[in-house]
C-alpha cells in the first residue's frame, strides 16, 4: 500500500494539471448550430449583427423573428434555421465568385466546346471539373 500511494499520487497530477491548462482561443464557428451557441453565449457577436441587422441581441433577434413574440420558444431552432440559410447563401456567392460560375456551369461550358474534357456532365461534376483548365 504505501508503494503505491506515491504512485498514485503522480498519477492523479498528471491528469489534474493538463485539465486546468488555459483554455484554448475560441475558434470560429463552422456551422449553424455552432454559430448560434457562440452567440448565446455572447461571443461573436459581430457577426450576429451584420448577418441580422437591427440589434437586440440573441434572444430578441431570434424571439421576435417569426411572429412568436418574446415567449423564447424554439429561439434556438429558429436561430440554426435563419443562420443555415445565410451560411449557405454566403457559401454561394463565395463559390461563384471565386470560379466564376458554379461547378455545373462550368461544366455545362465545357461541353458546348469543340473538344471537351469530359465526356458527359456526370462525369464532369463528379470529378469536380478537374481538367477543365481556367
Wanted: with cysteine; proline share 4%; aromatic share 6%.
Amino acid at each position: 500500500m504505501l508503494k503505491t500511494l506515491p504512485l498514485i499520487a503522480l498519477v492523479s497530477l498528471a491528469v489534474v494539471l493538463p485539465a486546468h491548462a488555459a483554455e484554448p482561443a475560441a475558434a470560429t464557428p463552422k456551422n449553424a448550430a455552432q454559430w448560434c451557441t457562440a452567440w448565446r453565449a455572447n461571443t461573436q457577436l459581430d457577426k450576429l449583427s451584420t448577418w441580422f441587422p437591427g440589434g437586440g441581441g440573441y434572444v430578441l433577434t431570434f424571439s421576435t423573428r417569426n411572429g412568436n413574440g418574446t415567449t423564447k420558444k424554439s429561439v434556438f431552432g429558429r436561430c440554426v434555421s435563419l443562420t443555415a440559410k445565410k451560411l449557405a447563401a454566403e457559401r454561394r456567392a463565395a463559390r461563384e465568385g471565386a470560379g466564376g460560375a458554379t461547378l455545373q456551369a462550368r461544366c455545362r461550358s465545357d461541353l458546348a466546346t469543340e473538344a471537351p474534357h469530359y465526356a458527359n456532365l456526370g462525369r464532369c461534376i463528379a470529378d469536380g471539373g478537374r481538367q477543365i483548365s481556367s
